[in-house]
Structure formats: C-alpha cells, structure tokens
C-alpha cells in the first residue's frame, strides 16, 4: 500500500472535536474585563489633538442624513468602542451606520468642514488597535454597505461594497463555481474594505499573491468627501499612477475604502489537506522545499504551528491532535483541477518526506469537514491565546530560514518572565506571528521584549508588520523596517490628501515624522 493511501486511511483520532470555527465571531467573555484599557492610558497613545467635539448640530445633520442610523446609545457602542483582542478601547459618542457612497461622502465633507476626527470601521477584527478610537473620533461603520454590486462569471472579476464580509463574499462565489483570492481565520466577522485597508495576506497568498496584485480597482472617499472612482475592471491598466495601491494597506489614513473590485480565481475541483508533525524546524524547511518543488502549480497553503501553540488549543478549545506528538505542525493544502492528479502528486510528496524522515507522522483530508477540522489546528490559535491572559503580538515578516530563531532567542532571552512563547504562521509567505502572554499586562516583560523584538527584526532586515499593519500599537516602530525618508514622505502624502489629519488619527504613521 502507497503512502497516500495510508495517510488517506489514517482516521484522525475518534475523540476528534470536529468543532466549527467561531472565526473571531466569539464573544471573548473570558477575557478578564481587567486587561481591557483605556487606548490613551496605554502608552500608546499621544495626546488627544485639538480636533472639535460633537455637538447638537452635528447630530442633527447625522440624524437627517442617516435617519434611525445614527448610533448615540452608549451600550450599542461600547463594542464598537473595543478591539477584538479587548486590550484597547476607545471613547466615542457617534456610529454612524451609511449605505451608500454618497452618504459617506456628506458625512466626510461635513466632519472635514467641522474639524471632527473620523475613524472608519469595518468588521473590527484587526489585531494592531487600527479599528477603535483612540478618543471620541465618530466611527464610521460600513457594516451596513454589503451589496455585491457586479460579478462577471468570464472574467471572474468582482465589484462589491466594503462592508461586505468576508465569509458571505466566498460563499457567493463558491455558488459560482469562483473562490475569494484571500482567506483568513476572521472571515466570518471581517469585512472586504478592511481588509484591503490592512492588506491583510492571510492562508491563501503564497498561491493567489497579495491584495496588491488582485484588487484591480477602488473606490475611496477623501476625507473632504470627494469621491474617487478608481474602481477598474481591467486586469492592465498603466494610465498614470496606480492611485489605488495608495489606500491599500494605509489603515483608513488617507481615504474612506467604500468599494472593491478585486480578481477571483476559480474554485478549484480538488483539495486536499495534509496535517504533518516535524521533529525540527530545519526539517519543516526542508519539507518545504521539497513541497514546492514536488506540489508545483497545486500548492495553494504551506502553514506552521509549534507544540506549544497545540498544547493551547487542546487546554483551551479541546481540538485533539490528529497525529502523533510533534515538535512543529504543518498545514498543506493543495488545490487543483484533476483530483487524480492532485493525489498522485500529493502521494509522491508524502512518500518521499515520510522516507527521508523529514515527515514523522501525518494524516490527509479530501472530505470539507475534515479538511475544515485541520485547517481549525492552525486557524483558531489566536483563539486559544486569547483564554490565557495578557497577548504581546508581534507580526514578523524574516528570510524564511531566519523565522523560528526569533521564537526560540525570545524564549532565551525572557526566560519565566513569560508564561509562553509561541511560533506559528505563514511559512510560504516568511511570516512569523510571535506571540508572548502573561497572566495580566506586565510592563517589565513588555520592555524586555521591545523593543529587542524590533532591533532583532531590522538586524535582518525584515518587517515589524508583516500583515497586520501598525494601527495604534506599531506605529511608532516603523523606523524599524522603513528609512526615515520613507516615512517623511508617508507624511508629506498623508498631509496632502487629508490636510487636517481628521481620518483614523492616532494610526499608521508615528508620532513625531524626522
Ligand atoms: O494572532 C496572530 O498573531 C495572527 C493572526 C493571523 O494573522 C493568523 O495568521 O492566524
Ligand atoms: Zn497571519
């Protein structure tokens, strides 16, 4: 019997959880309501600036442009007010709910006029404080924009509101024989203009690419409320400067995202999951390579957890580990056109890291429950961090080989001040999401992690933020992976399109520009 066949045999263990994903829709209700913190009193914060307060008349123009809209109840904001993670939380008095462009355009041009800080929301699901005021900035919701507004089944191009959530955009397409070209673990709660606002990468960028390559148009509010219509259909369009790619990863600063068109790949006929355990992390690169090289054009997700990130998600969330005890996990998916094909290829791989011992144990899915269980191994670990206090997040971008050095420099370097230091992530993308939790916040171990995290990442060159952006937290990091000139002219641009820097201030661009 072939090794795909054994792995295909391999049931994964009875006790199994099948568990469906809460994919960030839960209500984090064991989260001590402790670590929750004011923004501004998080050290995180500069001063508020001197923006205007809301006043009657304000709410009355609200209130006539957004009637039964216009959101003042200080229970219907206060998770408005909160970021997913519960550990920044802002004070604002207004969420105003729009349709349509043009609402956002009169609420823009009239926050513009009145100097009144904005900041828009889409599903808050951002893991840097980019989603929340910081003060009382009015927050600019696009929960209520989810139209799909085009889909062209030829082209496989399309065109829909930004408050369209992830989840339903890949469900309406799957009915369409089409797939979103990005997947990530917030799909149920995230919305599409957010994440192009993030330009979240996610599981699927290793075989689709980034946002910056499949949104192929957008359409943006300035923040004095001029609309701009850049929402293009062509796939190759070198008519001037490519504007969009300005607003794509800019967190909210420069423009309002109201629509997207964006490129989706067809679905594919065959997937297949393999969960694989690897006894070194030189291994997992090797079987890396070796999956590259072998899975070709199929390869559509190579993923990494280590045994502490497993143990979390047993102790927290009750998943059973399929395979045997391993010192790391891999995720590999494929996806293709030819099921035989895919699995000939697969069982080729599968033979050769098994008897080369790159590969200690494994177990495969073809069927979408069980592929759906494994890919909850990776997908729910932010999750199973959650139940165990305090997270400090960082959200490294290193060469490939470099990315598990720095989890296991970190665990040397703070010792038990740390209650975990966990490795997981991106491998195809050389995305490492480190992360360190304590029982509460604690500022000695915060400054024995930064910013040595940051001075260790820029020593080889990689990013602070690989994708999920610098929001309030990072910010004032970015000096770390960008050269100051750079950041002189993120200023000089930001200054330009929004001259009284009332869009998500606070975020994306440090406090003092030199
Ligand atoms: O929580 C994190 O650090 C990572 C979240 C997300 O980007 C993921 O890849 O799971
Ligand atoms: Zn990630």
């Not at 085009?150 to 992830?166: E, H, K, R």
């Not at 919305?191 to 960028?205: D, E, K, Q």
Request: aromatic share 8%; net charge negative; glycine share 8%.
């Amino acid at each position: 019997m072939g090794i795909f066949q054994r792995f295909a045999r391999l049931p994964l263990k009875s006790t199994y959880i099948w568990s469906l994903c809460p994919q960030y829709s839960t209500d984090l209700t064991t989260v001590d309501s402790a670590l929750i913190v004011r923004s501004s009193n998080t050290g995180a914060a500069p001063p508020r600036l001197p923006f205007s307060r809301v006043t009657q008349e304000d709410l009355a123009f609200f209130r006539a442009l957004l009637p039964g809209r216009t959101i003042t109840d200080p229970d219907l904001l206060k998770s408005s007010n909160v970021d997913w993670l519960k550990t920044v939380e802002g004070n604002s008095e207004v969420l105003l709910r729009p349709k349509t462009t043009e609402e956002v355009s009169q609420i823009l041009r009239h926050c513009n006029e009145r100097n009144l800080a904005v900041c828009p929301q889409g599903g808050n699901t951002g893991l840097v404080g980019g989603s929340v005021p910081v003060f009382d900035e009015i927050i600019l919701s696009t929960s209520l924009m989810s139209q799909v507004i085009t889909f062209d089944n030829i082209s496989g191009i399309l065109t829909c509101q930004a408050g369209c959530v992830l989840e339903n955009l890949s469900n309406y397409l799957e009915e369409r024989g089409f797939i979103m070209p990005l997947d990530l673990g917030a799909k149920g709660s995230c919305h599409i203009g957010g994440n192009v606002s993030t330009n979240a990468g996610g599981l699927r960028l290793l075989r689709y690419g980034s946002l910056r390559g499949t949104v192929l148009g957008l359409e943006v509010v300035l923040a004095d409320g001029r609309i701009l219509n850049c929402l293009a259909t062509l796939r190759k369009d070198n008519t001037g400067y490519d504007l969009k790619q300005l607003f794509i990863g800019s967190e909210g600063t420069l423009g309002v995202i109201t629509a997207v068109s964006i490129l989706c790949p067809h679905k594919p006929k065959a997937v297949n999951v393999a969960f694989l355990g690897c006894s070194s992390f030189q291994q997992l690169l090797e079987t890396f390579q070796r999956c590259r090289g072998m899975l070709g054009e199929i390869l559509s997700a190579f993923e990494f957890l280590d045994a502490s990130c497993m143990s979390l998600l047993e102790k927290h969330l009750k998943l059973t580990n399929p395979i045997t005890e391993s010192p790391f996990y891999i995720v590999i998916e494929t996806a293709g056109s030819n099921a035989t094909h895919d699995e000939e290829k697969l069982h080729k791989f599968l033979e050769e890291v098994m008897t080369s011992s790159l590969v200690t144990d494994g177990t495969v899915a073809t069927e979408a429950t069980k592929i759906k269980a494994l890919w909850s191994l990776r997908e729910r670990v932010t999750e199973a961090l959650t139940h165990e206090g305090y997270t400090y997040k960082y959200d490294i971008s290193l060469p490939v080989e470099k990315i598990y050095d720095l989890v296991q420099d970190m665990r040397g370097h703070l010792g038990d001040m740390a209650k975990n230091v966990v490795g997981y992530g991106h491998v195809g993308d050389g995305n490492l999401h480190l992360n360190i939790t304590s029982p509460s916040k604690d500022p000695a171990l915060l400054a024995a992690i930064e910013p040595y995290v940051y001075e260790w990442t820029s020593e080889w060159k990689g990013s602070i933020s690989a994708e999920h952006g610098l929001g309030l937290k990072k910010r004032n990091y970015i000096y770390y992976s960008k050269p100051s000139e750079a950041v002189a002219l993120m200023g000089s641009i930001k200054a330009m399109l929004d001259p009284k820097g009332i869009l998500n201030p606070y975020k994306t661009l440090p406090d003092n520009i030199h």
